[in-house]
């Protein structure tokens, strides 16, 4: 019962927020629905430069805002959506790319992922492979001392 009412609360929320998304990007005016879809394509891979984990078209920001009104001025002049994400990356640098290219920068970010897995391996490795302790062998003269030493240390039978 309570999943339920949960679950229709959480439809009534998104059914309600969604459209609110959804209003904004459409206050954009543009010629062509190409170029709007353009624009969504372009404001959802361009980082917010305040909030970091969003897009400009997710942010409610003040320069998300701003940043949303260049693109749209941008594609309605007739720039390509390569030279937007350059204007973009000359003016916020490439922290403002959601997936930034591979260079001597971006090193670093792209390569951790599967060095951290060759780390994981090699101590799977290191800390799984079982260690052989054997014994040391004793000359005979020592066997016989030993011997000698657990019959001594023996309880006596009763028979």
């Not at 609360?9 to 170029?35: G, H, N, R, T, W």
């Not at 980082?47 to 409610?60: F, G, M, T, V």
Request: net charge negative; aromatic share 10%; with cysteine.
């Amino acid at each position: 019962m309570f999943k339920a009412a949960l679950a229709s609360m959480l439809f009534c929320l998104a059914s309600a927020v969604l459209p609110l998304a959804q209003a904004d990007i459409k206050s954009y005016e543009f010629a062509e629905p190409e170029m709007a879809q353009r624009f969504v394509d372009l404001t959802t891979v361009l980082r917010c430069p305040k909030c970091q984990n969003q897009n400009l078209a997710d942010s409610d920001s003040i320069i998300a805002k701003d940043l949303r009104a260049q693109v749209q001025k941008l594609i309605n002049t007739g720039q390509t959506d390569r030279q937007i994400t350059e204007f973009m990356v000359q003016r916020y640098g490439e922290f403002i790319l959601y997936d930034p290219p591979f260079n001597k920068a971006t090193m670093v970010l792209w390569l951790m992922p599967f060095g951290m897995v060759l780390i994981g391996l090699w101590a799977l490795w290191f800390f799984g492979r079982k260690t052989h302790n054997q014994g040391a062998m004793l000359t005979p003269s020592e066997q016989q001392q030993l011997d000698q030493l657990l019959a001594d240390n023996q309880p006596p039978s009763r028979d």
